[in-house]
């Protein structure tokens, strides 16, 4: 499988960037996933529910099923699971989004605001290929991508892993003018501007 991840500081609008590519790679034709870091402690069951009943009298698992979906609750007892082992335990599909995981080794976008006054990790973290932004960053020696237009970065990620998406006849709701053919399957409004 393909994967490809998105990370950023707390409140750069990672997960809004990622729900917005969602439905933009979707549209190209792509089957997807997703994966989403957590820090320590999060839990999505909660007390009283039976799945968390099932747990506290010491499940080592619990599956939960409807007729829509299901969801499988795993204890871990030992260290944290790394990206590749939990990868393996999902069902192929084209592409896999990873929100979280920087310190793994896998092809990145970083999305940073600048206004939120905190650092790029670009420079500490060579796997970090592109950078999505609401501002200019003439150092960034990384692939610029324009935060607010998300079928262009749709766009830069296929091109970059090298996917073959259906043609999407979509255009980016902050410009309606033609900008020359895309990179890739996907179309867009806007080029981005690419780094060395």
Avoid: Y
Avoid at 12 to 18: A, E, I, N, P, V
Avoid at 99 to 126: D, N, Q, S
């Amino acid at each position: 499988m393909n994967v490809f991840g998105i990370v950023g500081w707390s409140g750069s609008g990672k997960t809004t960037l990622l729900t917005a590519l969602i439905p933009c790679l979707r549209a190209g034709g792509l089957t997807l996933s997703t994966v989403k870091h957590a820090h320590h402690g999060f839990d999505m069951d909660r007390p009283g529910k039976d799945t968390h009943r099932h747990r506290e009298a010491g499940a080592h698992e619990v599956l939960v099923a409807t007729a829509r979906r299901w969801a499988l609750l795993h204890e871990v007892d030992g260290p944290e699971p790394a990206l590749p082992a939990l990868l393996a335990r999902m069902t192929p599909v084209d592409l896999v989004l990873v929100e979280g995981f920087k310190t793994h080794e896998f092809p990145k976008l970083e999305v940073h605001r600048p206004a939120l006054g905190k650092p790029p990790i670009w420079p500490e973290w060579p796997d970090i290929a592109a950078v999505a932004t609401d501002a200019a960053l003439p150092d960034c020696l990384r692939t610029v991508l324009p935060l607010n237009d998300p079928v262009a970065i749709a766009n830069w990620i296929v091109t970059f892993l090298r996917l073959q998406p259906a043609l999407l006849a979509a255009q980016s709701e902050s410009d309606s003018s033609p900008s020359g053919p895309p990179p890739s399957g996907l179309s867009s409004s806007k080029r981005s501007r690419s780094g060395p």
